[in-house]
T-cell receptor, first 119, second 109 residues
Framework: DAGVIQSPRHEVTEMGQEVTLRCKPISGHDYLFWYRQTMMRGLELLIYFNNNVPIDDSGMPEDRFSAKMPNASFSTLKIQPSEPRDSAVYFC???FGGGTGVYSNQPQHFGDGTRLSIL | GENVEQHPSTLSVQEGDSAVIKCTYSDSASNYFPWYKQELGKRPQLIIDIRSNVGEKKDQRIAVTLNKTAKHFSLHITETQPEDSAVYFCALEGSKLIFGQGTTLQVKP
């Protein structure tokens, strides 16, 4: 099992640029979560998908953020335009819920994260 | 709205002592309560979880207790070791999915 794979591991870019973060969930998992982690705000859920469909995006900070999941094995989180306050570690996680409810109620497996720095 | 309060924010213990971290919540619909450990610069990893139909669960030196009436759940680590040093997060799933603020545990040799 390769685990959740995120890319890139590190991203440094100038403000105003578009940033795209990528995630490959564990095969067979039907839930995918995007988190942002900062010292000030801790670990925040941005959005999650169930069977490739966005279920709750209430954590997405503003319209500059968007997420897609075109198929069961790939998801992207895009920031356009980026700002210095977007600097954080972004984690993707997946879990298998088997369709038991709104949330999976199963352990989430996190990727290694993308450390994003916006200059 | 729904929230979870985690205490303490930092905890320092001597090797071999016990450590206890507590989380209180407000959402009575919560039914799944995982705990994650995050070492510096690494990803959060599940260490133990408990569901609402169980009051206590133990896995070697780690245990979790749940009091649904009082709406709190706690992580207990016995015989702490330096490698237990990390940030620990509680979380809960119900009508919302939220994480606690984290507890930085330092185990002194």
């Amino acid at each position: 099992d390769a685990g959740v794979i995120q890319s890139p591991r590190h991203e440094v870019t100038e403000m105003g640029q578009e940033v795209t973060l990528r995630c490959k969930p564990i095969s067979g998992h039907d839930y995918l979560f995007w988190y942002r982690q900062t010292m000030m705000r801790g670990l925040e859920l941005l959005i999650y998908f169930n069977n490739n469909v966005p279920i709750d995006d209430s954590g997405m900070p503003e319209d500059r953020f968007s997420a897609k999941m075109p198929n069961a094995s790939f998801s992207t989180l895009k920031i356009q335009p980026s700002e210095p306050r977007d600097s954080a570690v972004y984690f993707c996680a997946s879990s298998f819920g088997g369709g038991t409810g709104v949330y999976s109620n199963q352990p989430q497996h996190f990727g290694d994260g993308t450390r994003l720095s916006i200059l | 709205g729904e929230n979870v309060e985690q205490h303490p924010s930092t905890l320092s213990v001597q090797e071999g002592d016990s450590a206890v971290i507590k989380c209180t919540y407000s959402d009575s619909a919560s039914n799944y309560f995982p705990w994650y450990k995050q070492e510096l610069g690494k990803r959060p990893q599940l260490i133990i979880d408990i569901r609402s139909n169980v009051g206590e669960k133990k896995d070697q030196r780690i245990a979790v207790t749940l009091n649904k009436t009082a709406k709190h759940f706690s992580l207990h680590i016995t015989e702490t070791q330096p490698e237990d040093s990390a940030v620990y997060f509680c979380a809960l799933e119900g009508s919302k999915l939220i994480f606690g603020q984290g507890t930085t545990l330092q185990v002194k040799p």
